[in-house]
Structure formats: C-alpha cells, structure tokens
C-alpha cells in the first residue's frame, strides 16, 4: 500500500472519532482550537492559517461539477530540534455537521483514490512533499475542492509519532469569503 494512501487512511479515521464527538484523536491527549491569524503549536511545528477564499477556478483549474475550491494561505514554521519531513497532506480540510463521516478532504495535489502526486497548478501552492529545517518557515497556499454550498470550515492537523501513535489534535475554524 502506497505509504500516502496508508497516512490518509489513519488520518481519516482519525479524524472520524474525533468528529463523532470523543474530543480526541486516536488515544491523543487533546484538541486545539484556533481562527485566522493564530499561531497554532504543534509538538513539531507552528502553523498559521493566514487566510482563506472559495472560488470556482484556481489558476485555470475548474471546481468539479457540484464543488468548489477552497483555498487557504497557511505559514509552517519548524519548532523541532531537526529537520523535519512535510506534506501538504498533513492538513485536512472539514465542514458540515459533526456526524457526516465524509466531510474532510485532502489537498489536489494527489489523487484521492491512489495517493499519487499531481503536479500543482500554482507555484504558490504548498509542495506534495517537502522538508523544513530548524526554525524554517515555508508560506503557501492549499487548494480543496469541497461541496458547494458549506460557509463554515476548519483545518486540522495531528501530531503523529514515529512509532506510528496519534497526539493531540489542532484545529482552525474559519469563514472563507467567496471570490
């Protein structure tokens, strides 16, 4: 199984428990909560969610009939004594009611189904992968296609250890405007 699909996989049901209402992630100490402008702390890194848009097209790529694009500006900074690997994937996108199990995404830069790179459609977005030396920052943005129709969303990400056990959860709540 390829080793993005195998992290999606975790982290998707992951984020199911803790929608379900048990307050944490996979045996994790605890959730963060945080909006736009808030430095949100990480057992790894820092990370900002800047700001944040809906739109119908990013940089000639067209939302999918019945969706749209959520595009979020988010500042990563290192915190870690070493360097440390990244992804874009290691924020997930959510809406809707906290019971729909299926109201999370990953960003465009990969297939859904396979976890196969797709090559951004904008250098400003965040790489699939990359890594971040100690205290490196890296700004950019990523790119969900979500369904229409949703105004509130938020950005998580999880702690997740070496040795493959969940920590605390951080997440970022916000409106986007629409463009």
């Known amino acids: 199984m390829n080793k993005r699909v195998k992290a999606m996989g975790i982290f998707a049901a992951a984020a199911v428990l803790g929608l379900a209402g048990c307050g944490m992630f996979g045996g994790g100490k605890g959730t963060t909560e945080g909006r736009i402008g808030d430095a ?14 809906l739109c119908g097209e990013f940089e000639g790529r067209p939302a999918s009939d019945g969706t749209e694009l959520l595009v979020v500006d988010i500042t990563v900074r290192n915190t870690f004594h070493e360097t440390i690997p990244m992804s874009d994937w290691d924020f997930q996108a959510q809406w809707g009611e906290d019971e729909d199990d299926e109201a999370y995404a990953f960003p465009i830069t990969s297939d859904p189904e396979t976890g196969e ?48 056990t969940m920590g605390d959860t ?10």
């Open 40 to 53: 949100i702390k990480t057992d790894f890194y820092d990370f900002t969610v800047n700001s944040a848009y």
């Open 117 to 164: 790179e797709i090559p951004a459609v904008s250098e400003e977005q965040l790489p699939y992968e990359y890594e971040l030396g100690v205290d490196e920052a890296r700004e950019g943005l990523l790119v969900y296609e979500v369904p229409e129709g949703y105004q509130d969303f938020s950005v998580s990400a999880q702690d997740i250890y070496e040795d493959g």
């Open 170 to 179: 951080y997440f970022v709540y916000f409106t986007p405007e629409r463009q």
